[in-house]
C-alpha cells in the first residue's frame, strides 16, 4: 500500500502540532484513509533548533523549495503565516501538482479565488477549514452539512483576541486598555495588537465565510470593519444595564441577490446564545432558510485545535487522491458579488450622548430621528455624575437605514443641545427567542 | 447530462420539506452536484389526499415495491419511520443497488451495523444525518471535522421534549406532569410520551453518536437509560440554589480503551455552554484530545431541519455516485466494544434526603461516604417546612465509582437516621471554565 507524502511548511506550534498528530494518531488515520502518511520534507527556519517532535535531521531544510519541488510530496502543507511570498509558493506547488492544506487566514482572504482556480487548474486540492475558527469544523458544515439550505445569516464571534479582552471588560468592569494588557501578558494578545483589536483579523475570516455560505466572490475589501479599540467601559456598563452583551460580531447578511459583510462591536441580548460565548473562545452562528438557528462552538486558535483542523483537511485531501476526485472540493461561486448600499442595509442602533439638560433637549433629539422616520424601543435617560449642566441619553432604535442613521448622527452633532455623541453601537439579535 | 433519481418513501411532513427543499432548491443543487435531480417515484398511504406540495399523481404508489425495485431509481430516501417492516425494505433496496438516506433513528439505532454492512456488500452508500439531532450537521463533523482527533467525551442534549419540559419546570417553577400536558398541547410531546420523557429516544441516538465518535459497534442495550419523569420541581430548585441546571444529558466517554453510554437527568453547572441550550433545541457538546471543547448547536427535529439534513445527505449521495465513490462513506469499526463496568465510571454525585433531626444523624451519614473513601464537594443541610422531625441534606460528592455509590446508597438505606433518599443525579461539567 503506497503511502501519502506530506511536505510541512513550518514547524513551529501548529507545523509541531501537526507532526504529532500525524505521528499520535497514525493507526487511525491509517484506518481511514487505508494508506500511511509519512512526514517527507519539512521547512524550517534554523535546522539545529531543539525542538518538542522527534524528526529525523535528514528531512529538515531551510530551503521551501527542496519541498515544494520534491517529487515524492503528494500534498504540501502551509503553517509558515505571509502574504506575498507564501501566495507564492503554494501556487508553485499548485504547479508543481500538489495538493494544498493551509492555515493561513490572511492569505485566503486576499487571495483565496485566484489560488482555488490555480488549484482547480492543476486538478489539485486546495482545503484550509483552519483559516476560520480554528477549532471548529465551519466551512465543512457550510459546504456540506448546510449545503441544501438557502443560508441568509451568519454571525460569528471568530477573534478570540477581542472576545477574550471583551469577555474581561465585561466581568471585572476594567478599561480598554488595561485589560489589552493583561491579554498581552496571558499570551491572547500580541505584542502589536493592531490586526486583532482593530477588527481585521475577524473581517478576513467573514470574507472566507461569507464567500462560501453566499457562494459569492466577497472580497476583504467588501468588509466593512470597525475594531473595539475605542470601546469604552461606561458602554459597556450602560448597553449591560439594557440587558445587552457587547461582542465583536462578524455579521454577514443577505437580502435577495445583495449581501452585507461587518465587523464591529455589537450589542447582542443577554439570552442571545452567542452573548454565552466566553473568553478565548469563537462560534459561528448560521441562520438558513430551512434548518433554522445553528451554532457552532469552540477555540478558534491555540496550536492544537488548528493542527486538527489541518490534519482532518489532509484527511480529506486523501481521501480524495485514494478516489481519484482531486481538484473538485470547492465549486466555484454560484452568484454574481451584489453588495449592499447604506441605504439597503437595516439594523437597529444603540446611540449613548451627553445633552445639555435644558428644557426642550429631548424634544429636539426625538424630533431629529422622527424627521427620518426612525422610533425608538428602549429610552435611558440618566444625570451624569459630578456634571449638573449634562445628561446621559441612551437610545436603541427599532430598524433603521444605514444612511438614514449617518445623516441622523451629523443632524445631531450640529444640535446645539448636543454635547457630545459619546459612541453608537449595532444591535444585533433581538429577534431571538 | 442525466439526472440522478430519487425513490421517496413516504410523504408526511418531512417528506414533503424534502420534496420542497428539491423543488425550491433546484438550481444551488444541481450547481453543487453537477446534474439534475428528479423525484421518480413516492410512496405514500393514500393517493387522494390532499398536499402542501405540487407532485403529478402518475408518481404517487402505495406499493412500496413500485419505489424500491423501480429500475431508474437510483437513491431511496425513506422517512416512513417503523422499524422490522423498514429494516425489510431499506435491505431489499440496498440489494437492488439502490443507496439509502435515512432520517430513522430508531432503526439506526438498532440495526445500523446491519444495514452498513449489507450498504457496503452492495457497494451503495448508507448515510443517516437526519437520525441524530436533525438540523445538527454533527455526524458529519464527528466523521470529517475531528477525524485526525481522538474523541474521548460527547454530551448531548438530543431530545428536544425533554429538554422542552425541564426549561419550563426550570423556569416557572412548575411540576412535571402540568409541564408534560403543555408540552403536548403545544406538539412538542407525542400523546404517548414514553419513548421521550424515558429517555429511550435520546438513547438510540446516543448509541448511534458513540458508535461513530469512538469507531465502536456500541449496540442500543449497552446504553443505561433513566428518564426524567421522577424529576421534581423540589430536585429543580435545590439543585437551581447549588448553582446547577438540570438537563437531560446523554454521555458517552471513552477512557483508554472501555466506554460508557448513558442516558440520564444530570446536573450542570449553570455557566455551562448546555446549561443555556433552552426549549426544544438540541446540542451535542463533544471533547476532543487536540481539539478541546466543542459545541454544536440547532433544531433537534422538526420537518424542516430534519429535511435539509436528508437533502444534504443525498447531496452527498449524488457526488459520491457522479465520482463514482459509493460504498465507502462510513468506515467499519475499529475498535472491539468494550463496556464499563460499574467499578469503573465515575463521577459526580447529586444526592439528596430526608434525615431525622436528632444528635449524630449527619456524621453517621457522612462517615457511610468516608468509610469508602468519597469525599464532599458541597453540602447543603436546611429544615423542613411543616416538618419538624426531619431535616433536608443535600450532597454533592466529588468523583466516586458508581459501584460506590450504590453500595453508599444501599448502606443509608439501611440507616435508622434516613428517612427516605429522595432523589441522586450525576453531576456533570465541574470542569469547566
Known amino acids: 500500500m503506497k503511502a501519502i507524502r506530506v511536505g510541512l511548511l513550518g514547524l513551529g506550534t501548529v507545523g509541531s502540532g501537526v507532526v504529532k498528530i500525524i505521528q499520535d494518531h497514525q493507526d487511525k488515520l491509517t484506518h481511514q484513509v487505508g494508506c500511511p502518511i509519512v512526514i517527507q520534507k519539512v521547512l524550517v527556519k534554523n535546522i539545529d533548533k531543539k525542538r518538542d517532535v ?22 504540501i502543507i502551509e503553517v509558515i503565516g505571509g502574504i506575498e511570498e507564501t501566495k507564492q ?50 466551512l465543512r458544515a457550510l459546504e456540506e452539512g448546510l449545503a441544501s439550505d ?7 464571534i471568530v477573534n478570540g483576541t477581542t472576545n477574550f479582552i471583551l469577555t474581561k471588560m465585561n466581568k471585572d468592569k476594567a478599561p480598554y486598555r488595561e485589560v489589552l494588557k493583561e491579554a498581552q501578558r496571558l499570551g491572547f494578545a500580541e505584542a502589536d495588537p493592531t490586526a486583532d483589536v482593530e477588527g481585521l483579523d475577524a473581517a478576513r475570516k467573514m470574507a472566507i465565510l461569507a464567500r462560501l455560505g453566499f457562494s459569492m466572490n466577497v472580497a476583504l475589501d467588501d468588509v466593512k ?24 460580531i462578524g455579521i454577514a447578511q443577505r437580502e435577495g441577490q445583495k449581501v452585507e459583510v461587518s465587523v464591529q462591536p455589537t450589542l447582542l441580548p443577554d439570552h442571545h446564545p452567542l452573548a454565552s460565548v466566553h473568553n478565548e473562545y469563537n462560534a459561528v452562528y448560521v441562520y438558513g432558510e430551512a434548518v433554522g438557528e445553528t451554532m457552532f462552538y469552540g477555540p478558534g486558535a491555540g496550536s492544537m485545535p488548528t493542527a486538527t483542523a489541518v490534519v482532518s483537511d489532509l484527511v480529506s485531501v486523501m481521501k480524495n487522491m485514494r478516489l481519484e476526485v482531486t481538484g473538485r472540493s470547492f465549486v466555484d461561486p454560484q452568484f454574481e458579488k451584489k453588495m449592499k448600499s447604506p441605504t439597503e442595509i437595516f439594523a437597529q442602533q444603540f446611540l449613548r450622548i451627553h445633552v445639555k439638560d435644558q428644557v426642550g433637549s429631548f424634544s429636539k433629539i426625538t424630533s431629529t ?44 452633532n450640529d444640535l446645539e443641545v448636543v454635547h457630545e455623541i459619546k459612541s453608537t453601537y449595532r444591535v444585533e439579535g433581538n429577534g431571538w427567542s
Chains 1, 2 share one sequence.
Do not use: W
Open 150 to 156: 438557502r443560508i441568509t445569516k451568519m454571525m460569528g
Open 54 to 75: 522527534e524528526l529525523s535531521r535528514d528531512i529538515l531544510t531551510t530551503n521551501v523549495y527542496e519541498v515544494i519541488e520534491d517529487p515524492e510530496v503528494d500534498v
Open 225 to 248: 470593519v470597525k475594531g473595539i479599540s475605542q470601546v469604552s467601559d461606561e458602554d459597556i456598563s450602560f448597553s449591560k444595564r439594557l440587558g445587552y452583551t457587547m461582542k465583536l
Open 89 to 138: 509558493y503554494l501556487l508553485d506547488a499548485l504547479r508543481a501538482k500538489k495538493h494544498v492544506v493551509s492555515a493561513n487566514k490572511d492569505l485566503i482572504a486576499l487571495y483565496g479565488s485566484e489560488l482555488l482556480a490555480c488549484a482547480k487548474e492543476n486538478g489539485c486540492d486546495l482545503y484550509f477549514e483552519a483559516s476560520v475558527a480554528g477549532g471548529i469544523p465551519i
Open 369 to 412: 430621528f422622527s424627521e427620518r422616520g426612525v422610533s425608538f424601543e428602549k429610552i435611558l435617560q440618566l444625570p451624569i455624575k459630578d456634571n449638573e449642566d449634562l445628561a446621559e441619553i441612551i437610545i436603541v432604535t427599532h430598524h433603521a437605514s444605514e444612511a438614514d442613521f449617518i445623516e441622523i448622527l451629523q443632524q445631531l
